[in-house]
């Protein structure tokens, strides 16, 4: 049977792990991502991760899942937020290829979190499908017919940039907002007030808590029908930390939707809540692995 190492490069930790031919995940292990170190560094890292598991003939294919904006026929960097210093030129194809001498693809991490979701997830059967995934930024996904739109210049959906308000949609609406404002209402440290806290809090009742959380959900919501003005997805699918509070957050962010769609779209505009959580990048990156090296990612059912 075929094996195939997958690696998901996130700002804060690196995930990785070994799959089958069948998409099932045989083991998985992370590693803090140290992303002040810069791109040399991670690229170090991914090689290292791969060296655990090869051995000649051992190893079918190299599967990358990332931050940043992803050239995916080259498989390099082509852009990168200055939270991972050097990051825009890293060629991760190159380098793995000429190393191990197997075929590697690379992806944007958001962009496999939406092909999971598409394939074996949450927005399986349905098209057009769009993913957000809600954290310290907000990044979008859109797929079509089981594949990644990535638009003329490999740019498409980075609506995290979509000017709102005076400001930006992931400014305005992203995870990390709360930490924020609760802190400076209360006029306390920042530090004590994380998304899980502030949720706690809220549920037991506090106002600023509730207030906090209403506002985002209400930017959520406009920038998500925003978008769906534009693309018309079947399905919205919500990842990140964050989105773990499905039961609290799904109510007030489809009411913040139907505010700002008119009710021909709204009715036919599902929200839904993400499946494959913190697998999603190792997945996604196997079947978009498993597309660009011609095979058909709608046949892996990833069993878990």
């Known amino acids: 049977m075929k094996r195939y190492v997958s690696i ?17 995940l045989a083991c998985r292990s992370e590693m803090c991502t140290e992303a002040y170190k810069g791109g040399a560094s991670i690229l170090a890292k991914a090689v290292d991760i791969v060296k655990q598991y090869y051995s000649p003939g051992m190893l079918d294919g190299i599967c990358i899942s990332t931050a940043g904006m992803v050239d995916t026929k080259k498989g390099e ?15 991760f194809k190159e380098v793995m ?15 496999c ?18 993913m957000l995934t809600v954290g310290t930024g907000i990044g979008g ?11 003329f210049s490999s740019s498409a959906c980075e609506v995290g940039y979509m000017h709102m308000a005076g400001s ?14 609760v802190a400076e209402w209360k006029n306390e440290p920042e ?17 600023l808590c509730i207030r906090a959380i209403h506002e985002m959900t209400d930017v959520l919501g406009q920038g998500i029908a925003n978008i769906c003005y534009v693309l018309n997805p079947e399905i919205v699918v919500l990842g990140g930390g964050i989105m773990a509070q499905e039961d609290y957050l799904r109510e007030p962010i489809e009411n913040a939707l139907k505010k700002y769609l008119v009710p021909g779209i709204a009715d036919c505009t599902r929200i839904a809540f993400a499946k494959h959580k913190n697998d999603a990048g190792m997945l996604g990156a ?6 660009r090296q011609g095979g058909k990612a709608a046949e892996y059912t990833a069993v878990h």
């Open 8 to 24: 998901d490069i996130g700002g804060t930790a690196i995930k990785y792990g070994v799959l089958d031919e069948n998409g099932n």
């Open 77 to 91: 960097i082509f852009h990168s937020a200055s939270l991972i210093p050097h990051y825009a030129g890293t060629r």
């Open 97 to 111: 290829e000429t190393e191990f001498q197997i075929p590697c693809e690379v992806e944007n991490d958001v962009n």
């Open 113 to 130: 979190a939406g092909l999971a979701e598409s394939v074996s997830g949450a927005s399986k059967g349905c098209s057009p499908s769009l």
């Open 141 to 151: 996904c859109i797929v079509v017919d089981g594949k990644v739109f990535h638009g």
């Open 168 to 181: 930006d949609f992931q400014t305005l609406g992203a995870a990390s907002i709360l930490s924020r404002k």
């Open 191 to 207: 530090d004590i007030w994380n998304g899980y806290h502030i949720f706690e809090e809220a549920k037991k009742g506090d106002e």
């Open 286 to 291: 196997f079947y978009h692995f498993m597309q």
